[in-house]
């Protein structure tokens, strides 16, 4: 039963480097969510989906792009990392927002040096 | 827009003790309240999902309720344990959005 499952776990990225974070749910959840957690900020965030081939932007979408072409999967893309995007980002899916409950991954720790 | 406040943002208790952990929100049309518990380094593990519909929901040591109309919710730990240290979060998708909000935490230390 893996549910919500992040890809990597870890990352460093030299400034200026691209890479893309990979999200998958083996639930067929509808709704998919990227957030990034910062010391004090809480949970941001960053753009959501709520269906296959939707995307929309979040709190913070800034320096970030997504992707939903297949239900199962949502994509983190940074097409040129900065210093401000050193954070933790977590993936969620849920069945709706009405009445469902979220679920997370165990989200990716990204460096940008 | 939904705003969710957790009060206090850390607490430290000795092992036994009954508390409190408080979540409020501004939008009041919301659709659920779900608490979290996330320990250092890890992701977040759901706890407990109360509907817009609903006031309580119990599960072994922890109940949560919602009021909508004053805008809170509640998490109560029973009988406090070491192993319940860690940071606790409520979250809520509200109004006309899809976005879940979230607080940003209650951490909370239990001393054996």
């Known amino acids: 039963n893996a549910g919500v499952t992040q890809t990597p776990k870890f990352r460093v990225l030299k400034t200026g480097q691209s890479m893309t974070l990979l999200c998958a749910q083996d639930?067929?959840?509808?709704?998919m969510y990227w957030y990034r957690q910062d010391p004090g900020m809480g949970l941001r965030l960053i753009h959501y989906?709520?269906?296959?081939?939707?995307?929309a932007k979040g709190e913070v979408p800034d320096g970030y792009n997504v992707s939903r072409l297949k239900k199962q999967n949502f994509l983190l893309g940074l097409e040129s990392a900065a210093p401000s995007q050193t954070s933790v980002y977590f993936c969620?899916?849920?069945?709706?927002?009405?009445?469902?409950?979220?679920?997370f991954g165990q989200g990716t720790r990204l460096t940008v040096v | 827009k939904q705003e969710v406040t957790q009060i206090p943002a850390a607490l430290s208790v000795p092992e036994g003790e009954n508390l409190v952990l408080n979540c409020s929100f501004t939008?009041?049309?919301?659709?659920?309240l779900q608490w979290f518990r996330q320990d250092p380094g890890k992701g977040l593990t759901s706890l407990l999902l109360?509907?817009?519909?609903?006031r309580e929901q119990t599960s072994g040591r922890l109940n949560a309720s919602l009021d909508k109309s004053s805008g809170r919710s509640t998490l109560y730990i029973a009988a406090s344990q070491p192993g319940d240290s860690a940071t606790y979060l409520c979250a809520g998708p509200g109004g006309s959005n899809y976005k879940l909000t979230f607080g940003k935490g209650t951490l909370l230390t239990v001393n054996p």
């Open positions: 639930m067929n959840h509808e709704y």
């Open positions: 989906s709520v269906g296959e081939g939707t995307t």
């Open positions: 109360i509907q817009s519909s609903q």
């Open positions: 939008d009041s049309a919301i659709y659920n």
């Open positions: 969620a899916s849920s069945r709706g927002v009405s009445y469902a409950e979220a679920f």
